[in-house]
Each structure stands twice: as structure tokens, then as C-alpha cells.
């Protein structure tokens, strides 16, 4: 008996090293940005970037899409600021939002001047930003890029997606109108794919595209302009 015991400890050790021999290998292959994001860096922060003056009536946090490198998102927060926004988008832990969705409250409580902040998530970001809508009350809105809440949520949302998504299908973002409140708002890009809402090239298991990652967010930027005033 305890000579199986033994082997049983043995083989649950040797398959827990090899889970995380797994996972740091897969750790290492992250979506770095393009040529054309590296343009649009704002300033570096650890080792995230924010962008505009932290002293903004409005800040949005962007929750970066799994595997994809924060810089990837750079134009969306260089033309955010362009408008009189504050951005700022963290490194998150091995890039994984939900590592750390936590992450975002410390960020309003280190700019005490932004009166009011949208949470921003691109994929399973937007779920890990969904998260914690309701631990701060200068939360005023989430933006769920090609994404959807983890559980319902009574938050004013806007949710744009491509039509051509191959990582995320369509009907399952308009499942996710039955977790959102009735004022929520959803615009369809048609010919948008999951990468294109940010800058980091083709990735796995989606669609192609005729548009580029420029003019899929500036519909995306576009859009979002019009949900804040709507606010």
C-alpha cells in the first residue's frame, strides 16, 4: 500500500512540474505590437503606458487581451488623449487580465484628480474588467471590445464587435445583451475581426480582414465618443 502511495505522489508531482513547465513555456509567446503601435507610445509606466494629462476630468483603463502585449493598444489611448482623456494601460501579470483585475482600483486611487473612469477590455480583458464595476463608484462604465461580462452587470456598457471574428463568435456577444442592462449599447463592425481592435498582427484562430487595425478603431474610437456623451 504504501508502496503505491508513493507512486501516486510521484506521478501527481511529476504531472504539477510538468504543468508548469507548460505553462512558463507558453508564458513566453505573447502578441508583441506592430511597427506602426510602436508609433503611438505614451509614456512608460513600469511597464504599462498611460497617455494625456492625469489630471482629466475622465480616465479610461484599458484591460489588455490575453497574451497581447499592453503597447498593442497604444493608438486607442493616443487618440483618446487627443480628446482630453487620461489612459492608462497596465501590464498585467504574464498579460492576463485576470490575473490581476484588481489592478484598476489601485489606478483610481493613484490619480485622485479623475472625477470619473470607463473600463476598457479587449477579449477576456473586458470579462477580467467586468469584474470589479462595482468596487468603486467612480466606475461610471465599462467598454468590452469583441468581449463580454463575466456575470451580469448594471453598469452603463457599450459593446463593438466585427462581424468577421474568428476567436469569438458573434452570437455569443449577442447572448451577452441577456447580461446587460436594456440602455446597453452594441455596434457591430461588420467587416471587423478580433485582432483588429488592437495592433499586433494576425492571431490564431481568427478571420481575415479587409480592414486594417487603424480603420477598425477608428469606428471603435468613434463609437466610444458617442457613448460618453450619451452619459
Request: charged content about 20%; overall charge negative.
Amino acid at each position: 500500500m504504501k508502496k503505491w502511495i508513493k507512486r501516486i505522489g510521484i506521478g501527481l508531482a511529476s504531472l504539477l512540474a510538468i504543468i508548469i513547465v507548460v505553462f512558463m513555456v507558453w508564458a513566453q509567446f505573447d502578441y508583441g505590437p506592430t511597427a506602426e503601435a510602436k508609433t503611438y507610445l505614451g509614456e512608460k509606466v513600469g511597464q504599462g503606458y498611460q497617455f494625456g494629462d492625469p489630471k482629466s476630468e475622465t480616465g479610461f483603463i484599458f484591460y489588455q487581451g490575453a497574451k497581447v502585449d499592453p503597447a498593442a493598444y497604444s493608438y486607442i489611448g493616443q487618440q483618446l488623449a487627443e480628446k482630453g482623456h487620461f489612459v492608462t494601460i497596465p501590464k498585467l501579470p504574464f498579460n492576463i487580465a485576470l490575473l490581476n483585475a484588481n489592478e484598476g482600483l489601485s489606478i483610481i486611487d493613484d490619480h485622485p484628480d479623475v472625477k470619473r473612469w470607463y473600463l476598457i477590455g479587449h477579449s477576456l480583458g473586458g470579462s477580467a474588467a467586468s469584474t470589479i464595476l462595482d468596487e468603486s463608484p467612480k466606475i461610471k462604465g465599462i467598454i468590452f471590445l469583441a468581449s463580454y461580462p463575466i456575470d451580469a452587470i448594471d453598469t452603463p456598457s457599450l459593446t463593438v464587435y466585427g462581424g468577421r471574428d474568428g476567436v469569438l463568435p458573434v452570437k455569443d456577444i449577442e447572448a451577452s445583451k441577456a447580461d446587460v442592462r436594456s440602455d446597453a449599447t452594441f455596434h457591430l463592425i461588420k467587416d471587423g475581426n478580433h485582432a483588429n481592435f488592437g495592433m499586433y498582427g494576425k492571431q490564431k484562430g481568427d478571420n481575415s480582414s479587409p480592414l486594417s487595425a487603424k480603420e477598425q478603431q477608428d469606428e471603435t474610437l468613434t463609437v466610444i465618443e458617442a457613448f460618453l456623451k450619451g452619459q
